[in-house]
């Protein structure tokens, strides 16, 4: 017992670097993925290709060597990062190109119709956007961006590659050191307890949502 209460600050410390990675990426890389994916679709063929090289680029590659180039690489070059900017660049970047295809597929699934009839009320592009197509994009993709972040969840478990003490790291030490696998089993738990409140939030919003559809 005396091991686990010494133990206990450390996984408390691991969780709480977890839970700052997925809120950081979450907030930073939601309003990101929207902007890429107006981008997407803009009427401008230059910023249309840049952007579908990013996604591409973002999505092509395994999130892994995306941290290893950032962290590794980038100060080869003179752009010099720690772990903790490693980590939160490199998941903002690739979440928000995945969020980008998901909000790019809710914009375009609006019917063109209402870009028309916005345009005969006066209202420019961003207008259009913002009070017309952007709240019904939000009700098509709350599944699909559910599913992301609960990806999220799981990923935040990759940055033990930049010997960063999140949750998981702290518990391999504790079993490397213990011979004990129950550490194993309260991570295990914890990622489950997250990603079943994250399960119940979206199912929430979109039965909130929905009652707005009928």
Do not use: C
């Not at 950032?70 to 903002?92: E, R, W």
């Not at 019904?136 to 960063?164: C, F, G, H, W």
Request: hydrophobic share 50%; proline share 4%; no cysteine.
């Amino acid at each position: 017992m005396s091991n686990w209460v010494a133990s206990l600050p450390a996984l408390l410390e691991g969780i709480q670097l977890t839970l700052e990675i997925f809120i950081l990426t979450l907030v930073l890389s939601l309003p990101l993925g929207v902007l890429v994916a107006l981008f997407r679709i803009a009427p401008w063929r230059i910023i249309r290709l840049a952007t579908g090289g990013f996604i591409w680029l973002m999505r092509g590659t395994p999130l892994l060597l995306q941290l290893l180039f950032v962290y590794y690489f980038l100060p080869t070059i003179g752009l010099k990062f720690n772990d903790f900017s490693s980590a939160i660049i490199t998941f903002v970047l690739n979440y928000a190109a995945y969020f980008a295809e998901i909000f790019r597929g809710g914009i375009q699934s609006i019917d063109k119709g209402q870009y028309e009839a916005a345009k005969t009320l006066g209202m420019d592009y961003l207008q259009t956007m913002r009070r017309i197509i952007l709240p019904q994009m939000v009700r098509r993709v709350l599944p699909p961006v559910s599913n992301e972040t609960i990806t999220l969840v799981k990923d935040t478990s990759l940055i033990y590659i930049l010997a960063m003490n999140d949750l998981l790291r702290v518990t391999r030490t504790m079993v490397q050191r213990e011979f004990d696998l129950t550490p194993f089993l309260i991570a295990g738990g914890f990622y489950l307890l997250f990603t079943l409140l994250l399960t119940w939030l979206f199912d929430y919003l979109e039965d909130r949502y929905r009652v707005y559809d009928r």
